[in-house]
């Protein structure tokens, strides 16, 4: 059954704002080309995308030929704001970008865990309306959280998580509340990170990885035929709660003590480069661990292959991904050289063929990949124009 007028014209609409969007400014003779429709349907969606407030002219073309230079349109990029929240139990990184995901401001603060629920929500809130007020955003759009913990998949919610601070829970019902007009949206850390490395890292050529998140703590995301796998309570890829060899005890549903968690979350291994003789300062930002692996001898760097590649070979044993990619600060600073350690060791444990990758956004990537979804659902808003 052919599609009805205002649906083709809706499709064609989408296809030429997702085009502008991936190549910048086009003529209407390149939009012609690029979508292969025919002149006088580009001319009628051009003019109906201008009159939406979608398009703009942002210059002429530079073709040399006879006649006056062929008008460029591109998306009006402030259109729209947005706005991108990376929540850490420490503190909050927010940025404010355009239509486009153009960062025109961003800031992080620290928010101490003995001040109570209210102040930290508080601080937090702040935070973003002065991002938003320096990026010169009047309204925000749409808001994307990327926050630890379990992300019940009925309702979209931040579940009650043990060893997170409540402030986490209040932020995104407060953040609601102050800002009535924007479609506010949280999801997993570690979720966001591996859209971020498949969009815009290491994973671009893989519809099928898991990201394995190295950090203060441990995650991995499930990506599998280029669908987020999130499970039944949406807790895929708490590997930190692993049960594995090497450990003290089990883990218990009430912590991750005795799991993965305790063989490669950054107090295990700040414990064992103080074993190897590896020192290295904190940063702030950045977790201790990640500056003693990039400071960490060949010895010490063995050893933290040889307890990484337990997680990585169960997780291999389990999906098949074909594809680990070493997320998060501790994965960007042991780089390839950590990579190829872990890789080696799970081809000796492992007949299943897997690659090992070293991240390429580190802890970059949650807000990175919360703009990105962010930007996703504005632009799946407004690129579908009201019928005329």
């Known amino acids: 059954m052919p599609a009805s007028p205002s649906t083709a014209r809706a499709i064609n609409d989408r296809l030429a704002l997702r085009l502008l969007q991936r190549e910048g400014p086009l003529t209407a003779g390149q939009l012609k080309q690029l979508t292969g429709l025919s002149r006088p349907t580009v001319a009628d969606l051009v003019e109906r995308l201008a009159a939406a407030g979608l398009i703009e002219v942002a210059g002429e073309s530079g073709e040399q030929r006879r006649g006056p230079n062929a008008k460029l349109y591109g998306i009006v990029a402030d259109r729209a704001h947005l706005a991108a929240l990376d929540v850490r139990t420490e503190g909050v990184s927010v940025v404010v970008s355009d239509l486009l995901g153009r960062v025109l401001a961003e800031s992080s603060a620290p928010i101490a865990g003995d001040i109570g629920t209210g102040p930290a929500v508080e601080q937090a809130v702040a935070l973003v309306e002065r991002v938003a007020k320096e990026a010169g955003a009047d309204r925000?759009?749409?808001?994307?959280?990327?926050?630890?913990?379990?992300?019940?998949?009925?309702?979209?919610?931040?579940?009650?998580?043990?060893?997170?601070?409540?402030?986490?829970?209040r932020l995104v019902a407060t953040l609601q509340e102050r800002l009535p007009e924007a479609r506010v949206q949280v999801e997993n850390e570690t979720n966001l990170a591996?859209?971020?490395?498949?969009?815009?890292?290491?994973?671009?050529?893989?519809?099928?990885?898991?990201?394995?998140?190295?950090?203060?703590?441990?995650?991995?995301?499930?990506?599998?035929?280029?669908?987020?796998?999130?499970?039944?309570?949406?807790?895929?890829?708490?590997?930190?709660?692993?049960?594995?060899?090497?450990?003290?005890?089990?883990?218990?549903?009430?912590?991750?003590?005795?799991?993965?968690?305790?063989?490669?979350?950054?107090?295990?291994?700040?414990?064992?480069?103080?074993?190897?003789?590896?020192?290295?300062?904190?940063?702030?930002?950045?977790?201790?661990?990640?500056?003693?692996?990039?400071?960490?001898?060949?010895?010490?760097?063995?050893?933290?292959?040889?307890r990484i590649a337990v997680g990585v070979s169960s997780v291999v044993a389990v999906l098949d991904p074909g594809c680990v990619v070493l997320g998060g600060e501790v994965g960007q600073a042991g780089g390839a050289g950590l990579a190829r350690r872990v890789e080696a060791r799970v081809r000796r444990m492992s007949p299943l063929p897997t690659e090992v990758r070293a991240g390429a956004l580190g802890g970059a990537a949650v807000l990175r990949g919360a703009l990105l979804t962010a930007r996703d659902r504005a632009q799946d808003e407004l690129f579908s124009p009201p019928e005329r």
């Open 140 to 169: 925000l759009h749409t808001v994307g959280i990327g926050a630890p913990g379990l992300i019940d998949p009925a309702t979209g919610e931040l579940r009650d998580s043990t060893g997170l601070p409540e402030w986490h829970r």
């Open 194 to 306: 591996a859209l971020a490395e498949q969009r815009d890292g290491v994973a671009g050529d893989r519809d099928t990885f898991v990201l394995l998140w190295l950090g203060h703590g441990t995650g991995a995301a499930v990506v599998l035929d280029g669908s987020l796998r999130r499970g039944a309570s949406g807790g895929t890829g708490e590997i930190g709660f692993l049960p594995v060899p090497g450990t003290a005890g089990l883990p218990s549903a009430t912590g991750c003590e005795g799991g993965f968690h305790s063989l490669a979350g950054s107090a295990a291994i700040a414990e064992l480069a103080e074993e190897y003789g590896v020192v290295a300062e904190a940063d702030g930002h950045a977790p201790l661990a990640a500056g003693l692996v990039a400071a960490g001898t060949t010895a010490f760097l063995d050893a933290l292959a040889d």
